[in-house]
């Protein structure tokens, strides 16, 4: 009564064929594809704040974000923001403006 229809044979042929193109493009897709780009390993210590040479560096900067810092040393960015707070204490940099979620700093001028 019901179900599905027995195929014939040519349209067997023609399924067959549709996979077995489907299964070598899949394949050629698979050697196309690119190697996985390599991971860099994050710091979780921030640079320095006594050393003169990253002081220096950051002061040069005009606007200091805490992702600005951490894409710059490679750290996290709780990390950077860290550091911020310490460079603020030490008279390195001035607070801005910010909320909770971010605060902008700027280099003081000496």
């Given at each position: 009564m019901g179900g599905k229809k027995k195929l014939g044979l040519k349209q067997m042929?023609?399924?067959?064929?549709?996979?077995?193109?489907?299964?070598?493009?899949?394949?050629?897709?698979?050697?196309?594809?690119?190697?996985?780009?390599e991971r860099r390993t994050i710091g979780v210590?921030?640079?320095?704040?006594?050393?003169?040479?990253?002081?220096?560096?950051?002061?040069k900067m005009k606007v200091l974000t805490p992702y600005s810092v951490a894409s710059r040393y490679n750290v996290r960015i709780s990390a950077a923001k860290d550091f911020?707070?310490?460079l603020e204490q030490i008279g390195a940099v001035e607070f801005v403006s910010g909320n909770h979620n971010i605060k902008i700093y700027k280099p003081v001028a000496t």
């Open positions: 042929e023609r399924m067959q064929k549709k996979r077995d193109e489907e299964s070598r493009s899949k394949d050629k897709k698979k050697e196309k594809a690119t190697p996985p780009r210590i921030p640079p320095d704040v006594k050393n003169a040479k990253i002081v220096n560096e950051v002061k911020l707070e310490q």
